[in-house]
């Protein structure tokens, strides 16, 4: 049986425009724009200034906190700017911008050649130091997830779901980057010592856990879980409860359940920057939707404008009405072309007008579907009702903090409720209140 959780939805997958599609790499374009926020955490002040000449893989900007990463250039060239540029956040954040001068000359690089034989701390170093953030779009500092999981975790869990309708990014890497995931995972394991490793697959691709087994089949201890086919699958949370049967407690971190959950781009990731010292600093995007041409899987180079990969993928085939970037249910809209690829971004989405779902006047029916289908196990209809009202005290009650804003609710309301746009709100307001 495949494993699986309580809650959940079946949304249409729209990735059959994509999943069979190879990855394409895209030329970086004239100018990229580096971003000195690419993670969750203190961002990075910038190494460089107007002027100056950078290699590909140098590092453009650092902080000594703890929950950040560095942020590296992804092209040789030069900084024509230190200045605020837009971000996917939607607001105006310090960059980075640098001049492709064509060459990419590459800066140079050490990783970890005998890793095999180092210890921990040596391996999360070289994490770091390459600016390794996770890919499944949370961003957060790979290091400083290694540093507090390294010994209360048994299992490793290397999250392969891909439950987001239309992207197929993780898909593709499975089938043309296996070589580099598996030794992703035995540098993992290395860091973890003698743990469970499972990669954790939606049945709905088979090719996919049959190359992967193959692949891993001279690793003893690796092994590929199946799981159903349902949406958010890929939660960490989820992912945990479907393949160890524990829970995660409310307001912990994975570790309290003895387990770690790494996406399954971050583990090549993490192979490349311990073996080759190669910094984080490209990504598959899928880019699909409605609205555009000719949707393609691109290799992208990190400071890339969307305009470029919309570009590359033959531009719009009708006007786009909403632009995401993302999956359509956990991703963010933007209002603009020129944001730049992150180290997160997994997809860039378009869709056109008669895919909008918007009512003049949402309303409530009281039909409890929004339960039924949490993933949280959470109350949406009372979280809502009081969140309307401002009771942000008995939202915080309700463990709206618990919410981790998959949109499940909001994608199965009859009544087309904003619930989950109405649950980040009241977030924040518990989380003003607690600083009061």
């Not at 893989?57 to 000594?64: M, N, V, W």
């Amino acid at each position: 049986m495949s494993a699986s959780f309580r809650g959940g939805i079946h949304p249409e997958p729209h990735k059959e425009s994509t999943s069979r599609k190879r990855v394409e790499v895209l030329p970086p374009p004239r100018e990229l724009i580096f971003p000195m926020s690419m993670h969750i955490g203190v961002p990075c002040e910038p190494a460089v200034q107007k002027g100056d000449r950078v290699l590909r893989g140098q590092k453009l900007g650092d902080s000594a906190a703890f929950i950040s990463a560095p942020v590296h250039a992804s092209v040789s060239g030069v900084v024509t700017a230190v200045e605020k540029r837009l971000h996917s956040s939607g607001a105006k954040l310090l960059s980075v911008v640098v001049e492709n001068d064509g060459l990419d000359t590459p800066a140079p690089v050490s990783g970890v050649p005998d890793w095999e034989n180092a210890g921990p701390d040596a391996l999360i170093a070289a994490i770091r130091e390459c600016g390794i953030v996770g890919h499944g779009g949370a961003a957060f500092p790979t290091h400083a997830k290694l540093r507090s999981a390294v010994g209360p975790v048994d299992t490793l869990i290397i999250n392969a779901a891909e439950c987001e309708p239309y992207i197929t990014a993780d898909h593709r890497a499975l089938l043309e980057r296996s070589a580099e995931i598996v030794g992703g995972m035995r540098v993992l394991r290395r860091i973890f010592g003698q743990v469970r490793v499972c990669l954790a697959i939606e049945k709905n691709k088979p090719d996919a856990i049959a190359l992967m087994r193959r692949a891993m089949k001279n690793d003893p201890g690796f092994e590929v879980v199946e799981l159903e086919t349902k949406y958010p699958q890929g939660g960490e949370k989820q992912i945990i409860r479907a393949i160890t049967g524990r829970e995660v407690p409310p307001g912990k971190l994975p570790s309290e359940a003895g387990c770690c959950v790494m996406n399954v781009d971050t583990s090549a990731a993490v192979w490349r920057a311990v073996a080759e010292g190669v910094p984080d600093t490209e990504r598959i995007v899928t880019i699909s939707g409605s609205a555009i041409a000719v949707p393609k899987n691109l290799l992208v180079r990190v400071g890339t404008p969307v305009s470029a990969l919309v570009a590359a993928a033959g531009g719009f085939a009708v006007p786009p009405q909403k632009f995401i970037m993302g999956g359509p249910m956990m991703g963010s809209a933007q209002f603009s072309l020129d944001v730049p690829v992150l180290k997160a971004t997994n997809a860039v989405l378009f869709f056109s007008e008669n895919e909008d779902r918007r009512v003049r006047t949402p309303v409530c029916i009281r039909c409890g579907r929004c339960i039924s289908v949490c993933p949280m196990r959470l109350l949406p209809t009372y979280m809502y009702m009081n969140a309307m009202r401002g009771r942000w005290g008995e939202c915080e009650a309700l463990n709206v903090m618990d919410c981790m804003e998959c949109g499940a609710c909001t994608y199965e309301c009859p009544g087309s409720l904003h619930l989950t746009q109405t649950f980040r709100v009241a977030k924040a307001r518990v989380i003003e209140r607690r600083k009061k």
